[in-house]
């Protein structure tokens, strides 16, 4: 039998260090992190609230001075009146209102926009006129982006939109976001915890999210402690490893899946190799298994599954 040497082809060995695009992609993933923060602010309202003065006589009272104006009038005195009702321009005798720098009968004293009467309710001013509170809310207050409703006091901008604070949250699992601050992805924040569990680059081990501490090796990212090899799980204490089907494998365990594990001595065949009965062997191990002298480039015997030297095995078998 004639078996001739074949030389096995050296694996390609890396390092992993070099980047990837996976890698880079974590990086500036990492970097816009740190960046985006929401921003609450308690709104900056350019109007002010107000209660108006009133001149709220009892009614006994009201009938009582009417009925004492009434007795003045019928004595030819009169009585001092207390203004001119801003609407209607008529003098005012009984309740007053008091607001925007003017007087008014309190029936007159009405909502710029739904006529409402005000009174002596409380109300906001804007640009000189008067305003309910619910009018004001609807028609100048900034509108939330989630429920469109108007927001009252605190408002959260964010996105170039506002807010209700409680209505800005994380499109994934509807919680607020805390101090850490939300991240935008698609136009939707999300927490930082879904944000890297949804959009980080996914390990070459175990396809978890890679989060912070990462390698980066065989053109995707790992978590360290995923970085060993396939068979044995140890890591890469030289640095360098096998490649097979995309998983890194330790040296030894990289020539047990190739099949260039030698027979006879059972350690990893780099270069020469010889291959015979279905085996390879480091030519200085493929020996004679009586004499133990190698059987070079030669023809052999075989029997049993070991390898004779024509001599031995004429001595052996041979009778
Ligand atoms: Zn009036
Ligand atoms: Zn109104
Ligand atoms: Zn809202
Ligand atoms: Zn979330
Ligand atoms: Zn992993
Ligand atoms: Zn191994
Ligand atoms: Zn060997
Ligand atoms: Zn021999």
């Known amino acids: 039998m004639f078996s001739p040497y074949s030389d096995i082809q050296e694996p390609k060995e890396s390092l992993p260090h ?10 500036e993933l990492m970097a816009h992190l740190c960046e985006m923060q929401a921003k609450v602010a308690v709104k900056a309202d350019a109007s002010k609230k107000y209660l108006p003065d009133k001149q709220d006589h009892k009614a006994s009272l009201d009938s009582m001075l009417g009925g004492l104006e009434q007795e003045l ?17 008529k003098s005012i005798a009984g309740k007053v209102i008091h607001a ?32 309910c509170p619910k009018d004001y809310h609807n028609l100048f207050s900034p509108r939330c982006a989630y429920c469109a409703a108007p927001i009252l006091d605190r408002v959260l901008t964010a996105m170039n939109q506002t807010w209700h604070p ?7 699992c509807g919680e607020v976001f805390g101090a850490e601050g939300f991240h935008e ?11 890297l569990a949804m959009f980080s680059p996914k390990c070459g081990g175990c396809n978890r999210p890679v989060l912070e ?6 053109d995707t990212v790992w978590h360290p402690e995923c970085f060993v090899c396939g068979d044995c799980f140890s890591t890469f204490s030289t640095g360098s490893f ?19 594990l030698c027979y006879g001595c059972g350690q990893p065949i780099a270069g020469r ?47």
């Open 273 to 319: 190799c010889i291959s015979a009965m279905g085996h390879k062997f480091h030519p200085e191990h493929f020996v004679c298994a009586f004499c133990l002298t190698q059987l070079s480039k030669g023809i052999f015997r075989e029997q049993n599954g070991k390898t004779y030297c024509p001599p031995c095995f004429n001595k052996l078998f041979q009778i």
């Open 73 to 89: 009038q019928d004595l030819g005195i009169a009585t001092v009146p207390k203004g001119h009702c801003a609407s209607c321009q």
């Open 100 to 131: 925007l720098g003017q007087a008014w009968h309190p029936e007159h004293f009405i909502c710029s926009h739904c006529k409402e009467e005000i009174g002596s309710s409380p109300f906001f001013e804007r640009s000189g006129l008067a305003y």
């Open 166 to 172: 409680e209505h800005f949250f994380c499109s994934h």
């Open 213 to 218: 501490n990462y390698l980066s090796a065989m």
């Open 185 to 195: 992805k698609d136009k939707k924040p999300y927490c930082r915890k879904d944000f």
């Open 18 to 27: 070099s980047k990837t695009s996976a890698a880079a992609q974590l990086d």
């Open 242 to 260: 096998f490649e097979l089907d995309g998983r890194p494998f330790c040296e030894l365990h990289y020539h047990h899946r190739q099949g260039t």
